[in-house]
Each structure stands twice: as structure tokens, then as C-alpha cells.
């Protein structure tokens, strides 16, 4: 049994910051990648940053510059530092992540925390 629990959304003003937090926790024998995902209201879900197990990070074009996406393996937690925060980032965020389980891996999803960004 694996679980994602993300944490630190919240209401925040056009250019303001915030800190996701996803923790996994259960069985776990390593965590590969790890991601953050977003979804708004009638739109699409999208991915926004992605880390590898070595630390390599991509980023969504549209977050380049403004998010920073980090992890700590030893408390198998990946983190998403989100500055100069707009309108367009409201949306429910995701965390995401390839889980090794004894033998076998798998795609495991948070609940996902919701982010409102005011104008």
C-alpha cells in the first residue's frame, strides 16, 4: 500500500509565492520520477515539472523561471516552489510518481491541493 498526500495549497495574490509539498509513504523500496501535475476547472490536466530519481528536472514552458521543483529522498517527498504566482495557476495540483514496490513498479497520484491565485 503506497500513498501521496500533497499539502501547502492555499489563496495567494498575483505575484506570490507558494510551497507544495507531496509525501509518499507505505511500502516503498525506491521512488524513481517524480512530478507535478495541474488541473483547472473544464481544462485538460497538464504536467508541470518532472524530477528524476538523480535530481534532472524539466519544467512546463508557461512555470520556467517561476517554479522550482525539488526532492528529498530520504523522506520521499517531492516539493514544488511556486513565485511570481498568476491567475493562470490556479488550478488543482497534483503530485505524481513512479514507485518501486518489492519487485514491481508502478504510477502512483496524490489527491491532489488546490492553488487560487488572485488578481
Known amino acids: 500500500q503506497v500513498q501521496l498526500v500533497e499539502s501547502g495549497g492555499g489563496l495567494v495574490q498575483t505575484g506570490g509565492s507558494l510551497r507544495l509539498s507531496c509525501s509518499a509513504s507505505g511500502s516503498i523500496f525506491g521512488i524513481h520520477v517524480m512530478n507535478w501535475y495541474r488541473q483547472a476547472p473544464g481544462k485538460q490536466r497538464e504536467l508541470v515539472a518532472t524530477i528524476s530519481s538523480g535530481g534532472s528536472t524539466n519544467y512546463a514552458d508557461y512555470v520556467k523561471g517561476r517554479f522550482t521543483i525539488s526532492r528529498d529522498n530520504a523522506k520521499n517527498t517531492v516539493y514544488l516552489q511556486m513565485k511570481s504566482l498568476e491567475p493562470e495557476d490556479t488550478a488543482v495540483y497534483y503530485c505524481?510518481?513512479?514507485?518501486?514496490?518489492?519487485?514491481?513498479?508502478?504510477?502512483?497520484w496524490g489527491q491532489g491541493t488546490q492553488v487560487t491565485v488572485s488578481s
Open positions: 505524481n510518481a513512479l514507485i518501486w514496490v518489492g519487485i514491481r513498479s508502478g504510477n502512483y
